[in-house]
């Protein structure tokens, strides 16, 4: 069974940055890949980003290119998601999570199998 402790939401004006931290503990040698989704409340989950634990390859959603960054400290089991150029749709809860399945290699895109807690990120002026 995984742990995951997340950290760096918070509330950021337009433009702003912000630095998501997750780092898991426990079976951290069973996923294949790990990420973020992000939640607004009443709607479903939005993949944002996800890295394979294997080879370093990312997957990032379209509407996040450009702006989002995701790296994963592996002594650590941490991961990493640096938002810049943040803008209110943006604002949501972000939660780390991990692939079971290998869909990143599979299909090159993300799967969120087990995550944690959530961390809430908003956007505004």
């Known amino acids: 069974q995984l742990q995951f402790v997340e950290s760096g939401g918070g509330l950021v004006q337009p433009g702003g940055s912000l630095r998501l931290s997750c780092e898991v503990s426990?079976?951290?040698?069973?996923?294949?890949?790990i990420g973020w989704f992000r939640q607004v409340s009443g709607l479903e989950r939005v993949g944002v980003s996800c890295?394979?634990?294997?080879?370093?390859?990312?997957h990032y959603a379209d509407s996040v290119k450009g702006r989002f960054t995701i790296s994963r400290d592996s002594a650590k089991n941490t991961v990493y998601l640096q938002m810049d150029s943040l803008k209110p749709e943006d604002t949501a809860e972000y939660f780390c999570?991990?692939?079971?399945?290998?869909?990143?290699?599979?299909?090159?895109?993300?799967?969120?199998?087990?995550w944690g807690q959530g961390t809430q990120v908003t956007v505004s002026s």
């Open positions: 426990g079976s951290t040698s069973d996923y294949y890949a």
């Open positions: 999570s991990v692939d079971f399945e290998n869909y990143i290699a599979l299909n090159g895109h993300c799967r969120y199998d087990s």
């Open positions: 890295v394979s634990t294997s080879d370093g390859t990312t």
